[in-house]
């Protein structure tokens, strides 16, 4: 079955200290994956996304995500967190329906707390 | 350039009253989604759309009725609202809904926050 998994509901990490969050998906093609974010009470923010080539890709706010295919993993990564990254995070997945179409599935989304 | 527009922004409805929600983008995009957030279980696909006149389901559907008359507008509808529908409701389009590329990545609206007592 299709699926998205972010293993931690929570993280808490010191400003300043590099942050890594987990994803991993199930899916027997190549992956479309996507990291948003989201601030309290906002919508949705694009910080990344991978279609294809190069498995390290950069986003924006100093983000970047890294591909690995045998691990079925699209984990997001910060080198140094400031307390404005406190936020929901949610790693996404294009998968195809059987209408031919293709939908985004979310994970459940890790909360990122900064501690001062 | 107003992007993905949402109203209302919060709403509180009684057991079995019937509401919409609407939802307009002016990015002439043909793919438009709306998923419902609820604590600890991310988002969810409600219903989509790959054009005017065609619409399917996601992966809760139950509840809810949608249309799309033109390219612009995506309501949703419920038709008799249940205490399990209190949840935030995020539309989104994107220029197309086939298959994934920079086409089809989703610009969200700012969310519907609405509760059923």
């Known amino acids: 079955a299709q699926s998205v998994t972010q293993p931690d509901i929570h993280i808490t990490v010191s400003e300043g200290a590099s942050l890594e969050l987990r994803c991993n998906y199930s899916?027997?093609?190549?992956?479309?994956l996507f990291w948003y974010v989201q601030s309290p009470g906002q919508g949705l923010q694009l910080l990344l996304k991978?279609?294809?080539?190069?498995?390290l890709v950069q986003g924006i706010k100093g983000f970047e995500a890294e591909f690995k295919r045998s691990q079925s993993s699209f984990n997001l990564r910060k080198p140094s967190v400031h307390w404005s990254d406190a936020a929901e995070y949610f790693c996404?997945?294009?998968?195809?329906?059987?209408?031919?179409?293709?939908?985004?599935?979310f994970g459940k989304g890790t909360m990122l707390l900064v501690s001062p | 350039n107003a992007g993905v527009t949402q109203t209302p922004k919060f709403q509180v409805l009684k057991t079995g009253q019937s509401m919409t929600l609407q939802c307009a983008q002016d990015?002439?995009?043909?793919?438009m989604s709306w998923y419902r957030q609820d604590p600890g279980m991310g988002l969810r696909l409600i219903h989509y759309?790959?054009?005017?006149?065609?619409?399917d389901q996601g992966e809760v559907p139950n509840g809810y009725n949608v249309s799309r008359s033109t390219t612009e507008d995506f309501p949703l509808r419920l038709l008799s609202a249940a205490p399990s529908q209190t949840s935030v409701y995020f539309c989104?389009?994107?220029?197309?809904?086939?298959?994934?590329?920079?086409?089809?990545?989703?610009?969200f609206g700012a969310g519907s926050r609405l509760t059923v007592l």
């Open positions: 989104a389009s994107s220029l197309t809904g086939g298959a994934p590329s920079g086409a089809n990545v989703l610009t």
């Open positions: 899916y027997g093609a190549t992956p479309y």
């Open positions: 991978y279609f294809s080539g190069d498995t």
């Open positions: 996404a997945v294009f998968f195809p329906r059987g209408s031919g179409y293709s939908t985004l599935t």
């Open positions: 990015m002439n995009h043909e793919y």
């Open positions: 759309s790959v054009g005017a006149g065609i619409t």
